[in-house]
């Protein structure tokens, strides 16, 4: 019981910490897509460029903090500047005028460093207590069932934990998707840009409730699961059960004990034989 109470603390306290994925940088506003105007493909300030949905270059009006899938998208049709190491888009239509090549998201390097330290403590943290969870699994049956026991638990994680998931966080991932690759022929390729608040806000919603409903099963074995000193009494019992000729005598002590007596029976009667000679002896 103490081994799953370890493991069911240690989970707990892991939970909170998996919010510090919600420590993100955000998602970068992209023209068209997850803020429509008048800038989209088709309109007319790029209608006449012939922009596709296969080519992924973003670009970035700083005076408007939009970014745009491509110089096509932006409305740029003269060929780019070097300025102080950058690419930069002048007498864009869709834009300000002027755009530079990269997306216009901010590193957010304090914040990232914070969120996967933070991450990195609470993940140690929920594993600290697997190797008490892996001795349960050996703890619980009798010896001679655990390796059918080790291998039902294999076969359920895997069923349950390791043919899912790929599916379910698969879906996920489509979902929040933002900008897809999209070939001339209509045909939907892999994902540029993911829609990043959506995606870790459900995954990080998922993780949580995961190891909740992990604490609580296991929360309640701990509850249910009877004392060790009962399970020994039981043992016992069923030992006795199974064994009831075990506290009578075996034919070999029984053999021991007969043999002991023989030997010691001539002894006696030599002794007595001895005593006997020695009184006719006093007579004569």
């Not at 060790?228 to 009494?233: K, N």
């Not at 030992?239 to 007969?258: D, F, G, R, W, Y």
């Amino acid at each position: 019981k103490k081994l799953v109470l370890i493991f069911v603390i240690t989970t707990v306290i892991s939970a909170p910490f998996m919010f510090s994925l919600l420590l993100y940088c955000p998602t970068d506003t992209y023209a068209g897509y997850s803020q429509p105007y008048s800038n989209v493909l088709g309109q007319p300030c790029n209608a006449g460029c012939g922009c596709g949905g296969d080519v992924y270059r973003p670009v970035c009006d700083r005076a408007t903090g939009l970014t745009y899938m491509s110089p096509c998208h932006a409305g740029c049709s003269a060929a780019p500047l070097r300025l102080n190491q950058t690419s930069v888009y002048v007498n864009c239509s869709c834009s300000s005028g002027t755009v530079e090549a990269g997306s216009c998201g901010d590193t957010c390097n304090g914040r990232m460093i914070l969120s996967m330290t933070l991450y990195a403590l609470g993940f140690g943290i929920g594993f600290s207590g697997f190797s008490a969870h892996a001795i349960i699994y050996q703890r619980v049956v009798k010896e001679v069932d655990r390796t059918l026991a080790q291998g039902l638990r294999q076969t359920a994680t895997r069923a349950l934990g390791t043919l899912p998931a790929p599916i379910l966080f698969g879906y996920i991932l489509d979902e929040s998707c933002l900008i897809w690759k999209e070939s001339k022929d209509g045909s939907r390729g892999n994902c540029f840009v993911y829609d990043v608040d959506k995606l870790l806000i459900v995954f990080t919603s998922l993780l949580v409730a995961f190891k909740l409903i992990c604490s609580i099963f296991h929360a309640l074995s701990w509850y249910f699961y009877p004392n060790q000193e009962g399970v020994v009494a039981v043992e016992l019992e069923d030992i006795e059960l199974e064994n009831p000729l075990s506290h009578v005598p075996s034919m070999t002590n029984i053999h021991h004990h007969a043999t002991k007596e023989g030997e010691d029976a001539p002894n006696g009667n030599h002794a007595n034989g001895n005593r006997s000679g020695s009184t006719s002896t006093e007579e004569k």
